[in-house]
């Protein structure tokens, strides 16, 4: 679900352009149209073809008013009604600029605005055919237009060197600027979509552990009444003489049992009562590898101070993020693993160390400068093939990366050797190697002596 959020934004991504937006826009266009047109004739004495050049803002007029009369203004334009919208912009720009000298007209820079639009609302593709439209047009009213006289019938017009780089200016801006808003947006929208993912994996791991906070409190807050009520019927079993009364004492003792397993059973899914907010260190990680440690790898802990001498293992708050980014960090070793997982946790009285290695291929060239950022775009087959269970788009770091960050970790990356090298391996931790490192006081590490009094328990309000 996750995985779909981003290719299905980035497909509908043109449904986000309102139509107001776009009239409003153009209305500005029509306004600055009208006084440069003014300006030139009053101020500057120009000649020019007044009913042409009226008749082209007409048509813009024009059709604003059909789009706020026969469209609502809250109507989300497809991809091809946002195209044809810039398409005629663009050719209402290019006319005027036709009847006004061409690119002697230095408002023939205003050309570049729908293209910049069109890049960072659009396709790729309906982009490079806006650009290209757009290129046509400039050097067409670079060749062909109407020349600027003055009334007394003076020529207004640049070097022929000046207009050559005018339009070579043009054609770079359309080219530059529509790439560099269409990066720019892919990037913004990227990360909003990841964004948006982790808040949905940390609401989930959130209910999760809600949901395991109410199954502990019903096993710790039963765990009374059904330790009396097998007590009184093994008293029973052994007062009562009458055979069918006997058995039925023996059946309310084995339910009592029963009831006993159930609840004990429930509540291995988590343990989120007052008591259980806090937990020793290795405790926390060993619960959020341990989905993934019967999936044919070996997961092998090594949880020691970093010092002989160092203080004991500390308690930590048992945060969501904190599980579920080791949860995602565990899951991406194992993905990639030969066939083992080592996971070193290390403390002293400043910091809490985390490194989770494998023997995988470790992370690849190419990736190495960008983990961390979302991918958001469809695996190589190469990396499908390695890791079959998933379709993924490479959120799953960014995710780890981004929930253990907010609870003050420092993460890093690396290889445990180069990679593809084929160097016999003298270290068989030759794959990823992620290593967090928090300070004591941001992740809650204290000592049993250190912590304030837990209080009443209190109920989980449903939301």
Not at 39 to 55: I, P
Not at 362 to 382: A, E, H, L, T, Y
Request: charged share 20%.
């Amino acid at each position: 679900m996750v995985d779909q959020i981003g290719f299905d934004s980035k497909i509908h991504r043109s449904n986000w352009v309102r139509l107001r937006t776009l009239i409003v826009l153009r209305w500005v266009a029509i306004g600055g149209q009208l006084a440069a047109i003014t300006v030139a004739q009053r101020l500057f004495d120009l000649d020019l073809n007044l009913g042409l050049c009226f008749l082209a803002i007409g048509a813009s007029i024009v059709a604003n008013l059909v789009a706020v009369f026969v469209f609502p203004e809250n109507k989300r334009l497809s991809e091809s009604e946002v195209a044809l919208m810039l398409l005629f912009d663009v050719s209402q720009l290019a006319f005027l600029l036709f009847l006004t000298g061409g690119l002697n007209n230095p408002f023939a820079l205003l050309i570049l605005a729908p293209v910049t639009i069109s890049a960072t609302a659009l396709k790729p593709r309906t982009t490079v055919m806006l650009g290209a439209a757009t290129i046509a047009f400039v050097s067409i009213v670079a060749i062909w237009h109407l020349p600027l006289r003055t009334e007394m019938g003076f020529v207004m017009r640049m070097p022929q060197d000046f207009v050559v780089g005018f339009w070579t200016a043009i054609v770079i801006g359309v080219m530059f600027l529509g790439l560099f808003a269409s990066r720019v947006t892919a990037e913004v929208h990227a990360m909003s979509e990841a964004l948006t993912a982790t808040q949905m994996a940390l609401a989930r791991e959130q209910k999760l552990t809600d949901l395991g906070g109410v199954i502990a409190a019903a096993a710790h807050e039963l765990g009374t009444p059904l330790a009396t009520i097998k007590l009184a019927s093994a008293e029973l079993m052994d007062e009562l003489d009458d055979p069918d009364l006997k058995e039925d004492a023996v059946l309310i003792h084995d339910q009592a049992d029963r009831c006993r397993d159930i609840l004990r059973s429930m509540g291995q899914a988590g343990k989120d009562d007052l008591h259980m907010r806090r937990a020793p260190l290795g405790a926390v990680v060993r619960e959020a590898a341990e989905p993934h440690e019967n999936r044919g790898k070996k997961v092998l802990f090594d949880i020691a101070p970093l010092a002989p001498d160092g203080p004991r293992q500390p308690n930590i708050d048992r945060r969501p993020e904190i599980i579920h980014g080791l949860r995602n960090l565990v899951q991406n070793a194992v993905d990639f693993a030969a066939g083992n997982v080592w996971i070193d946790v290390a403390w002293d009285d400043q910091h809490i160390v985390l490194t989770i290695s494998d023997d995988g291929p470790g992370f690849s060239p190419q990736v190495m400068g960008r983990i961390g950022d979302p991918f958001v775009k469809k695996r190589s087959k190469s990396s499908a093939s390695e890791r079959p269970g998933y379709d993924g788009m490479g959120l799953g770091l960014f995710i780890a990366k981004t929930l253990l960050e907010r609870s003050g970790a420092e993460l890093s990356f690396a290889n445990g050797r180069e990679a593809g090298s084929q160097a016999p391996l003298d270290d068989i931790r030759s794959g990823a190697v992620v290593q967090a490192l928090w300070p004591n006081d941001r992740i809650g590490a204290k000592s049993d002596d250190d912590r304030p009094a837990l209080g009443e328990n209190v109920p989980i309000k449903a939301t």
